[in-house]
């Protein structure tokens, strides 16, 4: 029972335990692996599949025997160092998602990373969001001469953002303005510079058209409430576990003791007479109410238990 209890209670954590990490656009990311055993991979989960144009789950992003990067995103942009570290350079919004490190024995360790807007090719994107409305803010991280004037293009999955129905765009396009988030399509929206295309950054929407952010402590705080209602899910269990063994060991416990035991002992002799209800007892002189008679001895002793089948009959002779 109790190393039941505890692989219930293993099983009811590690299902739903998680770390949440925030990281910034263009910032180098860690993300870390709580294993003590050697890992063989790490793998990705895409938060935004349309976005990042990866579909899927648990997808083998590196090779740790080989050494490898094993998607194409992320090519030249991941490192593994010490203590099964995943390092993510120059990092993308697309890039959020659950990152996961396996070891050589199916163990898993989880991190859900989100990257927030930040300065990424130069270009700084703000995001400022009320309700159902979003507003989205670029400009250059670094401004020269040549490039004296903020002015932008917008583009929803490579759609210009002036084609699409609720949403604005500024004069100079350097904000746009989202009226209603659940009535435009998700996706990627990218922020260009017009004079240097080079310099844009993204911001990735949910597919539930919904946008939507990592709230640090209510997620862990989510993920606190998860724990409870398992653990109050296993309490449950147990004590239903706990009657039910009760119940069949009472069971058990009744049946043995009606059972027909008979010692056999050679200067014993046992005569069980098959009556019908007419027949009277000699000693009574009344029809018996005696239904069951077990006979249980053992070195001349005899003890009498109300036990057997119905309307029997019995005398017991010592030699």
Known sequence: MTTLSYMLLLFVTLDIFQTVSLGKSGVTTNVTCSLKSNIIRWDWTPRFPMCSET???????FDVAKGKVALKRFVHRLKLLENSTLQIKHPFSSDSGLFTCVSHNGETSKTEIQIEPGCKNN?????????HSLTLKCSLCKTTPIYELNRFEWKL???PATNIKGVSVSMNGDILEIHSTQKVSPGKWICIFSLNTLWFAEYCMDEDKEDKEIDTDNRIGGLQVLQIVGIILLAIILVLAVIVIAFLYNKFAVRKGETYQLTKDDNAEIAIIQSDASRTDPMLEAPSELNYMTIMFSENQATAVALGRPNVYASLKVK
């Open 55 to 61: 579909m899927g789950s648990n997808i083998k992003i």
């Open 123 to 131: 270009v700084l994107l703000e995001k400022h969001s009320a309700s």
């Open 157 to 159: 999955n490579n759609t």
